[in-house]
């Protein structure tokens, strides 16, 4: 299901990392839009900087300075002109990620580590005051994921298809309109790989999720309504197979 | 939110955390005994002093002053003053039943009247009592509770009786020394003092015990009065009976004091009344009834009073005496009233200027200030060495911190500020600070209250004897938990792991989200 209108663009991103006296540079002036229910994957190589743009959509990092134009607008709002305090919000109301190793804090239970995400945006007075309800929405969207009857588990004691949905679980407890997803079956097994897809496709359907997707597979790729080649910090020209390469 | 949930699941399931805890657990139960033993010391000490001295004394050494007991009426008038009371301080040797000889201070007392101004009454040992002593009560040692063997025909009441009037029962004056003195008898871990019976073989093959009991015997005590220079006038010898012994709970004075009736000494040191003589002008006279030369007499010309060294006062309830300022202010009333009776004695008694009236706590000013010099310095040390906490805690936090460092890029990823990630390992420390410094008291006080105890088990068990009544004054060692300075080290225990943990906490929220994330 697609709508019209970027609800999240990028423009001439370039990201330069120093490994000691070295410059690497990973972006080399790269340009994406998603729009509103969209779901893209951005298709490319180890080292071809998926993740880095992934990190810089979401907020975690800002692209480099001093390039012509260089922006990314998240409704319209450019994210370089945010405060720290901003970003954070925008990560806490706005933005879900997943990532390939799960991430989850090994202390704390299935439950716990979905409504930690809750606890980081309402702060102390407000969980308190909304515990009940983001309780019921945890509990919810675990059963969603087949998972009601672990929530009392440790992510110790879960296989890694589980870990996976939990992850996601805690990404769309805050319900937020833009899910960036990295590798999230890069870690799985195909068949279990397929069914955290699934889960992903049934819950843009059901929630209206703008899904931002990174893979190195073609496989996994072909499930977005669209992919992005990524090759040398940018995107891979017209006709390179895969490239802009809208779904049907 | 989230900082105090992962505070507690940090707790609870990490090891480094405990580490943490121990360090600041030890170092604030350490300060705290430290503290209570040596802020104990001081405040026994503190009313030990008073114990056998007083609060105020008027005193005159070697030759002493007459008139006392207008002086004691005259304080004993002032609403300030609860009682007066003579006393005759000197040095002297006594010889015991075994051949022992001891220098001691013999201090010549009017039982009921230096109980008034004393601890005495409650210092007389041998006396009857109702119930054991708190550790005395399986083994009951303690012949006082009667039982069968020598002491059980004892008649504690006349013994009591006969240590507060040091007197026999036959009115005869007698001595009461410390019980210490003698070294005949053996203070056992509860406190209870068993008098030595030592196992000897009779002729005919038997076993036969000495009982050594002071109480039962006399002793012989010589003194040397003194002139107005200091000057020894002539050795006094006297065999005097034993009344009883007393038991003050401080080392020097059970073991080199005795008491002895007030007259007694007087005597003995040639401080009693006296008819005062004039040589006659020629050695001859003529008698005019037989009309020969016969020898001549002395002309008694007057009465030389009695005379004392010491004259004790006590203040009246109300009067806090503990505080310097109010001991001094009652000392310079008792100088106040001295002078009057100086005034009204001119030339018969050592004058205002020169009499020494001094407090208790003048009397032990030197030892007070050792004690409070003693225990800053230790408070000192200690500290510094518990400061080194603050780094064992940084160091622990800051290994933590590289541990959770994927942690942090999570909560960040999921929203969490700089400064929420710092607060959240502010928290835990706090929290380990907390929980450390509540062990630390808890294991402080466990200590306090039972340091007698564990102090005897050490020597029981490992022959560790660290406190050694003959170096440290008390035959207990003093305790005092003050709870004030108890939550003083309290709050310093949780600031430190505050202050321990806040370079960690800066640098898990400065920490780029990015880094943490793909930390492995």
């Given at each position: 299901m697609t709508e019209t209108g970027p609800i999240i663009s990028a423009t001439n991103l370039h990201k330069t990392y120093k490994m000691g006296r070295v410059k690497v540079p990973v972006l080399r002036g790269l340009s994406v839009s998603a729009r509103k229910g969209e779901w893209v994957a951005i298709l490319g190589a180890s080292g071809s900087g998926k993740s880095t743009l992934l990190h810089l959509l979401g907020g975690l990092d800002r692209p480099d300075r001093g390039?012509?134009?260089t922006a990314i607008h998240f409704e319209g709002k450019p994210l370089g002109k945010m405060s720290r305090h901003e970003l954070d919000r925008y990560r806490a109301t706005q933005v879900g990620f997943v990532f390939q190793f799960y991430h989850l804090l090994p202390e704390l239970r299935v439950l716990e580590n979905v409504t930690v995400g809750a606890m980081v945006r309402h702060g102390l007075t407000g969980f308190l005051g909304a515990k009940h309800k983001v309780n019921r929405r945890a509990t919810e969207l675990l059963d969603a994921f087949g998972l009601g009857h672990r929530l009392r588990h440790r992510p110790g004691e879960l296989s890694g298809g589980e870990r996976q949905r939990v992850a996601i679980a805690r990404a769309l407890i805050n319900q937020p309109r833009l899910l960036l997803a990295d590798e999230?079956?890069?870690?799985?097994d195909r068949k279990t790989g397929e069914a955290i897809l699934d889960s992903l496709a049934a819950l843009r359907e059901k929630l209206a999720l703008t899904v931002v997707m990174v893979t190195h597979d073609q496989h996994v790729a072909d499930r977005a309504d669209r992919v992005i080649r990524l090759a040398d910090g940018v995107v891979a020209p017209e006709g390179v197979p895969g490239a802009e390469n809208a779904s049907p | 939110m989230y900082q105090l949930l992962l505070t507690r699941k940090y707790l609870t399931s990490k090891v480094m955390p405990l580490l943490a805890m121990a360090a600041v657990t030890l170092s604030v139960a350490t300060v705290l005994v430290t503290w209570s033993v040596m802020g104990g010391f001081l405040n026994t000490l503190l009313s030990s002093g008073r114990t056998l001295i007083g609060d105020v004394s008027i005193h005159w050494p070697n030759v002493g002053f007459p008139y006392y007991d207008d002086l004691i009426e005259r304080l004993e008038a002032d609403p300030q003053v609860a009682a007066a009371a003579p006393l005759i301080e000197t040095f002297g040797v006594v010889a015991l039943p075994d051949d022992q000889v001891h220098g001691v201070v013999v201090k010549g007392v009017d039982g009921p009247s230096y109980a008034r101004v004393s601890g005495f009454d409650d210092s007389v040992w041998w006396r009857p009592i109702d119930e054991p002593l708190r550790k005395d009560r399986e083994t009951r040692e303690d012949p006082r509770l009667g039982g069968e063997g020598y002491h059980a025909g004892t008649d504690w009441n006349a013994l009591l009786e006969s240590g507060l009037t040091l007197s026999e029962p036959d009115g005869e004056a007698a001595v009461v020394p410390g019980i210490e003195l003698s070294g005949w008898n053996f203070r056992r871990a509860s406190g209870v003092y068993v008098p030595g019976a030592p196992a000897m073989s009779s002729r005919d093959g038997r076993t036969d015990y000495l009982n050594l009991f002071l109480p039962d015997g006399e002793l012989t005590l010589h003194l040397m009065p003194l002139d107005s220079r200091g000057r020894g006038v002539e050795t006094v010898t006297r065999t005097v009976p034993v009344a009883n012994e007393f038991h003050s709970g401080i080392f020097e004075a059970d073991s080199r004091t005795m008491f002895a009736r007030l007259d007694l000494i007087q005597r003995m040191m040639k401080m009693d009344a006296a008819e005062k003589i004039v040589a006659p002008a020629s050695p001859f006279v003529f008698d005019p009834a037989s009309g020969e030369l016969v020898q001549a007499q002395p002309e008694v010309v007057g009465v030389d009073p009695a005379r004392v060294t010491t004259v004790l006062v006590r203040a009246a309830e109300g009067v806090p005496v503990e505080s310097e300022a109010a001991i001094a202010a009652f000392r310079d009333r008792v100088a106040d009233i001295y002078a009057e009776f100086a005034e009204a004695h001119q030339g018969e008694v050592p004058s205002s200027m020169s009499i020494l009236v001094r407090s208790w706590r003048d009397q032990n000013r030197s030892m007070i200030a050792a004690v409070e010099k003693e225990t800053g310095l230790v408070l000192f040390v200690f500290g510094l060495v518990c400061f080194t906490t603050v780094f064992l805690v940084l160091a622990i936090f800051w290994s933590m911190v590289s541990e959770k460092t994927k942690d942090i890029g999570i909560l960040r990823s999921l929203g969490g500020s700089t400064a929420g990630i710092a607060a959240l390992w502010l928290q835990y420390g706090a929290a380990v600070g907390t929980v450390g410094s509540g062990v630390g008291l808890i294991a402080a006080w466990l200590v306090v209250r039972n340091i007698n105890e564990i102090h005897e088990w050490l020597g029981q068990?490992?022959?560790?004897?660290?406190?050694d009544p003959a170096v440290y004054y008390f035959f207990e060692i003093p305790s005092d938990m003050d709870w004030s300075k108890a939550a003083t080290v309290v709050v310093a225990g949780v600031l430190t792991c505050l202050i321990g943990a806040l370079i960690p906490a800066v640098r898990a929220g400065a920490m780029d989200p990015v880094r943490a994330l793909r930390f492995e």
């Amino acid at each position: 299901m697609t709508e019209t209108g970027p609800i999240i663009s990028a423009t001439n991103l370039h990201k330069t990392y120093k490994m000691g006296r070295v410059k690497v540079p990973v972006l080399r002036g790269l340009s994406v839009s998603a729009r509103k229910g969209e779901w893209v994957a951005i298709l490319g190589a180890s080292g071809s900087g998926k993740s880095t743009l992934l990190h810089l959509l979401g907020g975690l990092d800002r692209p480099d300075r001093g390039h012509k134009d260089t922006a990314i607008h998240f409704e319209g709002k450019p994210l370089g002109k945010m405060s720290r305090h901003e970003l954070d919000r925008y990560r806490a109301t706005q933005v879900g990620f997943v990532f390939q190793f799960y991430h989850l804090l090994p202390e704390l239970r299935v439950l716990e580590n979905v409504t930690v995400g809750a606890m980081v945006r309402h702060g102390l007075t407000g969980f308190l005051g909304a515990k009940h309800k983001v309780n019921r929405r945890a509990t919810e969207l675990l059963d969603a994921f087949g998972l009601g009857h672990r929530l009392r588990h440790r992510p110790g004691e879960l296989s890694g298809g589980e870990r996976q949905r939990v992850a996601i679980a805690r990404a769309l407890i805050n319900q937020p309109r833009l899910l960036l997803a990295d590798e999230p079956t890069g870690n799985l097994d195909r068949k279990t790989g397929e069914a955290i897809l699934d889960s992903l496709a049934a819950l843009r359907e059901k929630l209206a999720l703008t899904v931002v997707m990174v893979t190195h597979d073609q496989h996994v790729a072909d499930r977005a309504d669209r992919v992005i080649r990524l090759a040398d910090g940018v995107v891979a020209p017209e006709g390179v197979p895969g490239a802009e390469n809208a779904s049907p | 939110m989230y900082q105090l949930l992962l505070t507690r699941k940090y707790l609870t399931s990490k090891v480094m955390p405990l580490l943490a805890m121990a360090a600041v657990t030890l170092s604030v139960a350490t300060v705290l005994v430290t503290w209570s033993v040596m802020g104990g010391f001081l405040n026994t000490l503190l009313s030990s002093g008073r114990t056998l001295i007083g609060d105020v004394s008027i005193h005159w050494p070697n030759v002493g002053f007459p008139y006392y007991d207008d002086l004691i009426e005259r304080l004993e008038a002032d609403p300030q003053v609860a009682a007066a009371a003579p006393l005759i301080e000197t040095f002297g040797v006594v010889a015991l039943p075994d051949d022992q000889v001891h220098g001691v201070v013999v201090k010549g007392v009017d039982g009921p009247s230096y109980a008034r101004v004393s601890g005495f009454d409650d210092s007389v040992w041998w006396r009857p009592i109702d119930e054991p002593l708190r550790k005395d009560r399986e083994t009951r040692e303690d012949p006082r509770l009667g039982g069968e063997g020598y002491h059980a025909g004892t008649d504690w009441n006349a013994l009591l009786e006969s240590g507060l009037t040091l007197s026999e029962p036959d009115g005869e004056a007698a001595v009461v020394p410390g019980i210490e003195l003698s070294g005949w008898n053996f203070r056992r871990a509860s406190g209870v003092y068993v008098p030595g019976a030592p196992a000897m073989s009779s002729r005919d093959g038997r076993t036969d015990y000495l009982n050594l009991f002071l109480p039962d015997g006399e002793l012989t005590l010589h003194l040397m009065p003194l002139d107005s220079r200091g000057r020894g006038v002539e050795t006094v010898t006297r065999t005097v009976p034993v009344a009883n012994e007393f038991h003050s709970g401080i080392f020097e004075a059970d073991s080199r004091t005795m008491f002895a009736r007030l007259d007694l000494i007087q005597r003995m040191m040639k401080m009693d009344a006296a008819e005062k003589i004039v040589a006659p002008a020629s050695p001859f006279v003529f008698d005019p009834a037989s009309g020969e030369l016969v020898q001549a007499q002395p002309e008694v010309v007057g009465v030389d009073p009695a005379r004392v060294t010491t004259v004790l006062v006590r203040a009246a309830e109300g009067v806090p005496v503990e505080s310097e300022a109010a001991i001094a202010a009652f000392r310079d009333r008792v100088a106040d009233i001295y002078a009057e009776f100086a005034e009204a004695h001119q030339g018969e008694v050592p004058s205002s200027m020169s009499i020494l009236v001094r407090s208790w706590r003048d009397q032990n000013r030197s030892m007070i200030a050792a004690v409070e010099k003693e225990t800053g310095l230790v408070l000192f040390v200690f500290g510094l060495v518990c400061f080194t906490t603050v780094f064992l805690v940084l160091a622990i936090f800051w290994s933590m911190v590289s541990e959770k460092t994927k942690d942090i890029g999570i909560l960040r990823s999921l929203g969490g500020s700089t400064a929420g990630i710092a607060a959240l390992w502010l928290q835990y420390g706090a929290a380990v600070g907390t929980v450390g410094s509540g062990v630390g008291l808890i294991a402080a006080w466990l200590v306090v209250r039972n340091i007698n105890e564990i102090h005897e088990w050490l020597g029981q068990n490992l022959g560790l004897v660290i406190w050694d009544p003959a170096v440290y004054y008390f035959f207990e060692i003093p305790s005092d938990m003050d709870w004030s300075k108890a939550a003083t080290v309290v709050v310093a225990g949780v600031l430190t792991c505050l202050i321990g943990a806040l370079i960690p906490a800066v640098r898990a929220g400065a920490m780029d989200p990015v880094r943490a994330l793909r930390f492995e």
